[in-house]
Every structure is written in structure tokens, then in C-alpha cells.
T-cell receptor, first 110, second 113 residues
Framework: ELKVEQNPLFLSMQEGKNYTIYCNYS?????LYWYRQDPGKSLESLFV?????AVKQEGRLMASLDTKARLSTLHITAAVHDLSATYFC??????????FGTGTRLKVLA | DTEVTQTPKHLVMGMTNKKSLKCEQH?????MYWYKQKAKKPPELMFV???????INESVPSRFSPECPNSSLLNLHLHALQPEDSALYLC????????????FGQGTRLTVV
């Protein structure tokens, strides 16, 4: 059974600081996605990572994928309050199954 | 246009009621999904339709019955639900083939009383 684990589960950080969220998964996959979810809202797609070594950046967020280590990272640079949300990674098993990680609740303090 | 539309946005139903959730996409996606999300938890996959055929049922109780009338529409029929079924129900669609992410609708907040 595929397991997708994120850490930390909860992150409280000051504005202007940097931090990294980790996503580990237990089976072979070279397709991984990052989503953002605001409280009570749906999921917004952030990044699509489709190969080993893929790196994508948008604003203060950068995502990478290491398929050999079965690890993806979401790096936050100079955090701002607007980044407060829950972040999920999702692994595509290749059979129309997107399995979500445990989620990281990020709170950026002003 | 990357929109997936779900109706209703909120639904309160009794344990003896029958109701349906609806989902629509016009992106030409060939796969459509139902997920269930409890508070502070990740979305859990329930059903997947690919090319209008049910391809995955994650051992969901029969009180949840999916239906895919055509490639743009996905329904979830609800009957004799329990209070623990209260959750956010999310519909999603994807191109299939693993080349794109799944796009999610706004969800239906279901409360079973």
C-alpha cells in the first residue's frame, strides 16, 4: 500500500524566514504534485513534477523531486502571511490514483 | 478553463434521505474522481471513472453510489448515510495518462443529521 508522508505536520514560522517541507513516498513514481488548501476551501494546484530532478519555482515557493530517494521538497523563501495554508503533496501511481500526503499546516506569523 | 463545478455547495440530510451530489467539467478530461475529506485530514480517494467506466472503488460502502452519465458529468448518489459520513466531498478531473495534475471543484460540505 502506497504511503505518502509529510513533515512537519505543522509549521509556525516568522515572516521573512525560510523553511522546507518534505514529502516522502513508499513506492516508485516519477509524478508528484503539490497543492495548497485554504481553510474550508478546495485544493489549488501549485506544482507539477514529472521527472527525476524536476524543479519548479513560483514566487516564494520552489518544489523539487528526487525519484530515487522517493522524496519531494517544497521550499519557502522569505515567508509572508499570505502563504499561511495547508500544503499537500500528491503522488500519481500511474493508474489514475492520486494519493495525498498527510498535509503540512503552515502558519506564518507577522 | 480549468474549472470543475460542484453542486450543491452545502447539503444537510437526514439518515433516511436520498440525495445526489453533482460534478461537471468541460476540459475534455477523461478521468473523474470523488474524494472525501474530513477536517484537518488529507483527501481520501473514493472512486475513479476513466473513459466513463468505473475503474477504482476504494472499498466504499454501498450507501455511496457513483454514476458517470457522460464524459463531462459525475454524480454521487447518497442513501442511508451515517453522521460519520459528514465531510467535504471533492470532485476532480484529470487528462489521464499522468501528464497533468487533477483539478478540483469547490466541494460539497455534507452534514448528516
Amino acid at each position: 500500500e502506497l504511503k505518502v508522508e509529510q513533515n512537519p505536520l505543522f509549521l509556525s514560522m516568522q515572516e521573512g524566514k525560510n523553511y522546507t517541507i518534505y514529502c516522502n513516498y513508499s513506492t516508485t513514481s516519477d509524478r508528484l504534485y503539490w497543492y495548497r488548501q485554504d481553510p474550508g476551501k478546495s485544493l489549488e494546484s501549485l506544482f507539477v513534477l514529472l521527472s527525476n530532478g524536476a524543479v519548479k519555482q513560483e514566487g516564494r515557493l520552489m518544489a523539487s523531486l528526487d525519484t530515487k530517494a522517493r522524496l519531494s521538497t517544497l521550499h519557502i523563501t522569505a515567508a509572508v502571511h499570505d502563504l499561511s495554508a495547508t500544503y499537500f503533496c500528491a503522488v500519481d501511481t500511474g493508474t489514475y490514483k492520486y494519493i495525498f500526503g498527510t498535509g503540512t499546516r503552515l502558519k506564518v506569523l507577522a | 478553463d480549468t474549472e470543475v463545478t460542484q453542486t450543491p455547495k452545502h447539503l444537510v440530510m437526514g439518515m433516511t434521505n436520498k440525495k445526489s451530489l453533482k460534478c461537471e467539467q468541460h476540459m475534455g478530461h477523461r478521468a473523474m474522481y470523488w474524494y472525501k475529506q474530513k477536517a484537518k485530514k488529507p483527501p481520501e480517494l473514493m472512486f475513479v471513472y476513466s473513459y466513463e467506466k468505473l475503474s477504482i472503488n476504494e472499498s466504499v460502502p454501498s450507501r455511496f453510489s457513483p454514476e458517470c452519465p457522460n464524459s463531462s458529468l459525475l454524480n454521487l448518489h447518497l442513501h442511508a448515510l451515517q453522521p460519520e459520513d459528514s465531510a467535504l466531498y471533492l470532485c476532480a478531473s484529470s487528462q489521464g495518462g499522468g501528464t497533468t495534475e487533477a483539478f478540483f471543484g469547490q466541494g460539497t460540505r455534507l452534514t448528516v443529521v
